[in-house]
């Protein structure tokens, strides 16, 4: 894999990333990028509702969420998953795409086994020395990222395929959409430390820029993979914000300005 046709779009949940990654992957060129590295290898599954709670024993939240279910170990070494993680972002003609998570990053660092235990190192390694493009993706609005945290992880649905009646399961808590938020500032906080501490230059893409034209956007990050940002298609996803969720944005501001949660 040669790094200078690969990229890593670095975000946090529900900041328009997945938005970004499924119109790069519509051209067909820019590589197939997924969220490789959210599968922990004790269990070959993602975090599940409750885990994004542990150490919250508040009946009203966790009652509200789907237990935890057990999986599977994943038994392949660090070369093999490294294969696979390579194989299966490309396309074609040799691109590569995928997409990280901070709260992920402990669990690429662990699949590497490799130097001094850097992200960086682990990168570098996934890559065979070099850096990919590394595209910052972000959401200045914490409190509509945080309730589209918080209804996501009651439901289990993270994009619209149709199954918008689900939402009708889900509970408004201000403590679980402050909970989240907590976790979801400290991401966006840790990624740009460490890009200022690395020193790495950076594709910088606001979720408000990536909605009002996800086409254009595209289509920037198509250039700088030196592939035709004509390329770029009208964006493949529905926006999941509803009323329904921009008044629970309405009531979390109300509610974090009397308490005191992150806004």
């Known amino acids: 894999m040669n790094a200078n046709n690969a990229y890593l779009v670095c975000a946090s ?3 328009g990333s997945t938005l970004l990654v499924e119109s790069l992957a519509a051209t067909g060129v820019a590589g197939s990028p997924q969220e490789f590295f959210q599968y922990f290898p004790t269990s070959s599954l993602s975090p599940q ?6 150490g919250v024993d508040d009946p009203d939240i966790i009652g509200l969420l789907d237990e935890n279910v057990p999986g599977t170990v994943d038994t392949r070494t660090s070369e093999q998953w490294r294969a696979a993680v390579l194989a ?6 040799g691109v590569w ?3 990280l ?5 402990p669990l690429l660092v662990g699949r590497s086994r490799v130097g001094d235990g850097s992200l960086r190192g682990a990168i570098r390694w996934l890559f065979g020395g070099a850096d990919p493009l590394f595209v ?3 959401r200045d609005n914490l409190a ?7 209804r996501a992880v009651q439901t289990r649905v993270w994009r619209d395929d149709g199954n918008s009646h689900l939402d009708d399961k889900a509970v408004y808590n201000a403590e679980g959409v402050a909970h989240l938020a907590r976790i979801l500032a400290d991401q966006e906080r840790r990624w740009r430390e460490w890009f200022a501490a690395e020193d790495i230059p950076v594709i910088d893409i606001e979720f408000g820029q990536l909605t009002k034209d996800p086409t254009g956007t595209t289509a920037q990050v198509l250039q700088a993979l030196n592939l035709d ?3 770029a298609p009208p964006a493949p996803l529905k926006p999941q914000s509803n009323a329904r969720s921009k008044e629970w944005v309405t009531r979390y501001r109300a509610d974090a300005e009397r308490n005191g949660y992150p806004l």
Request: aromatic share 12%.
């Open 229 to 231: 940002p004509a390329l």
């Open 144 to 150: 509509s990222q945080a309730v589209s945290m918080w």
């Open 97 to 99: 795409g995928g997409k």
């Open 13 to 15: 949940q529900r900041s």
């Open 49 to 54: 509702p409750r885990e994004w709670f542990a």
């Open 136 to 138: 910052h993706v972000h």
């Open 101 to 105: 998570m901070w709260n992920q990053t």
């Open 88 to 93: 299966a972002g490309a396309t074609g003609n």
